[in-house]
């Protein structure tokens, strides 16, 4: 009785031109949505000499950063392949990014990289972490993740984020936060949530 449009919030940060109206396109035709209210972020954004834009919050000490780099994974292959690439960046203490940026520049405490579906065919590869070096671990982020594009994969590394890939998805099949997502995928989504159970023989 919780998941219903009724119940529905939906927060966007973005620049995109029109994006108000696609929004109330997508999500005012959904029966039960009450009015849909446009508000203007409580603080202002500022944007660094490098183009880094930081919401200013006080609660962030050190800030948080957070880069979300948009994925197009219409098949299950590229699904999965995205998955075992955030597993490879920060989804584990032997990760790229946790060695370069916390055992090697001493700059984060701690960073982590996820792969998050966003309806049926799309994804969020984000990262996140907290430091006062906001321009430094941006950029490092970045070359990181254009490397990953651009240059093959150590087997033994591929190995390991594979496995741990593995063992994720038998976990999180029985979760309430899955079966939660599945629910709340179901009322906005036609085509219903990817089946994990057939990810095996594409690992």
């Known amino acids: 009785q919780f998941y219903s449009p009724a119940n529905l919030v939906v927060s966007v940060w973005s620049d995109a031109p029109d994006l108000e ?6 999500f005012g035709s959904l029966p039960g949505t009450g009015p849909i209210v446009a508000e203007a972020p409580a603080e202002p ?5 490098d183009g880094v834009r930081c919401l200013l919050d006080g609660g962030a000490v050190p ?15 590229a699904f999965y392949a995205w998955q075992i690439a955030a597993h490879i960046l920060g989804a584990s203490y032997n990760s790229r990014l946790q060695r370069t940026l916390r055992t090697e520049a001493q700059i984060v405490y701690t960073v982590e990289a996820a792969a998050v ?18 321009v430094q671990t941006r950029k490092v982020i970045m070359d990181e993740v254009r490397r990953l594009t651009r240059e093959p994969v150590k087997p033994a590394e591929l190995d390991f984020a594979r496995a741990l ?7 999180d099949s029985a979760s309430v936060r899955d079966q939660m997502y599945r629910r709340a995928l179901a009322l906005i989504s036609p085509d219903g949530a990817r ?9």
């Open 195 to 203: 089946d994990t159970a057939g990810a095996e023989p594409i690992l």
């Open 63 to 77: 800030p948080a950063l957070l880069i979300g780099v948009g994925i197009d994974a219409k098949s299950d292959r």
């Open 21 to 26: 109206s696609e929004v109330r396109r997508a």
């Open 117 to 134: 579906p966003v309806g049926r065919q799309g994804m969020m590869l984000r990262i996140a972490c907290q430091t006062d070096q906001i």
């Open 165 to 171: 890939l593995q063992s994720r998805l038998k976990l």
């Open 45 to 49: 954004v500022r944007r660094l000499d």
